[in-house]
């Protein structure tokens, strides 16, 4: 039942640079969020962005999302050692109450 | 201090003994769900409760059980016809249900391992 499959599966980025990732899912949705999760953590809730809106900002995070194109990106500016994590998108599961996540991204920022 | 916990941390149980891993939430969410993480796998929903006394199966229910007697409890029972249970345990809450529309909140995790 994968719905959301982010792109890339890895990324290794320096301090301070920009970094994006992708999430492209199957069919139409209401909305799409992005999760953040430490090694061995539970995750944490990033930013919801609706069928209706096509960019959202909250700090240093930039999310996307092309219905045409059934895809959303995800961009951290200006990153940080602290940022490193996976990033999931989760989207409705075809009408149904059940949000569906990705395989994530991990995401590597080194000092 | 509100959020959702999960105990233990980590559990090691022999093969072929049932074990319950407890989820308790006190932001007096309505939903309440259970993932299982394998490496590179992504999350995949156990169950899940809209409400007291009613549960869903979610996509891999089988070799699991849960129960939803309180509000804010939703243990999660992962019994020895589970093939392979060694995994990564998550639970959450959302405030309701309703096409996915609600963000979820996550407890910390329990590790699982069985040998």
């Known amino acids: 039942s994968q719905q959301g499959e982010e792109d890339p599966q890895a990324l290794s980025i320096q301090e301070g640079e920009n970094a994006t990732m992708n999430c492209s899912y199957k069919?139409?949705?209401?909305?799409l969020q992005w999760y953040r999760q430490n090694s061995g953590r539970g995750l944490v809730h990033l930013i919801l962005?609706?069928?209706?809106?096509r960019e959202k900002h909250s700090g240093r995070l930039r999310v996307t999302l092309d219905t045409s194109k059934k895809s959303s990106s995800l961009l951290i500016t200006a990153s940080r050692a602290a940022d490193t994590a996976s990033y999931f998108c989760?989207?409705?599961?075809?009408?149904?109450?059940?949000?569906?996540f990705g395989k994530g991204t991990k995401l590597t920022v080194n000092p | 201090d509100g959020g959702i916990t999960q105990s233990p941390k980590y559990l090691f149980r022999k093969e072929g003994q049932n074990v319950t891993l407890s989820c308790e939430q006190n932001?007096?969410?309505?939903?309440m769900y259970w993932y299982r993480q394998d490496p590179g796998q992504g999350l995949r929903l156990i169950y899940y409760?809209?409400?007291?006394?009613?549960?869903q199966k979610g996509d891999i229910a089988e070799g699991y059980s849960v129960s939803r007697e309180k509000k804010e409890s939703f243990p999660l029972t992962v019994t020895s016809a589970q093939k392979n249970p060694t995994a990564f345990y998550l639970c959450a809450s959302s405030i309701g249900v309703g096409q996915g529309t609600y963000e979820q909140y996550f407890g910390p995790g329990t590790r699982l391992t069985v040998t």
């Open positions: 989760a989207t409705p599961q075809g009408g149904s109450e059940k949000l569906v």
């Open positions: 069919t139409s949705i209401n909305n």
């Open positions: 962005i609706r069928s209706n809106e």
């Open positions: 932001l007096n969410h309505d939903a």
């Open positions: 409760s809209q409400i007291v006394n009613d549960f």
